[in-house]
């Protein structure tokens, strides 16, 4: 079992930053990818962005490139979403995801994911 627990979220306004981590524990892996997606009322959970443990090779959607930056901190197993330049329609909770069976594929797919956090609500007003 992967506990993960998001944490970060909070109301902000339109150009500004926020920074999501997401804690796991449990039993970890030492290679594996590690997701982040985001819901907004009404809509499917879709896809932000992702992270190897090891090697540290990121993928973004294209909504975010630019904006939202991926880090690790591999000693802590806490994995950082750094939101920047925040935009109305980045408004949704914010999940995090472990992929256990891929150590280097960065899937966009929601299925593909094993362990998932309790979410963590992002509002960004206009």
């Known amino acids: 079992q992967v506990q993960l627990v998001e944490s970060g979220g909070g109301l902000v306004q339109a150009g500004g930053s926020l920074r999501l981590s997401c804690a796991a524990s449990?039993?970890?892996?030492?290679?594996?990818?590690t997701g982040w997606f985001r819901q907004a009322p009404g809509k499917e959970r879709e896809f932000v962005a992702a992270?190897?443990?090891?090697?540290?090779?990121?993928y973004y959607t294209d909504s975010v490139k630019g904006r939202f930056t991926l880090s690790r901190d591999n000693a802590k197993n806490t994995v950082y979403l750094q939101m920047n330049s925040l935009k109305p329609e980045d408004t949704a909770v914010y999940y995090c995801?472990?992929?256990?069976?891929?150590?280097?594929?960065?899937?966009?797919?929601?299925?593909?994911?094993?362990?998932w956090g309790q979410g963590t609500q992002v509002t960004v007003s206009s």
């Open positions: 995801a472990a992929d256990i069976n891929s150590s280097w594929y960065l899937s966009n797919n929601l299925y593909e994911y094993d362990y």
């Open positions: 449990g039993r970890t892996f030492s290679n594996y990818v």
């Open positions: 992270i190897r443990w090891s090697g540290g090779s990121t």
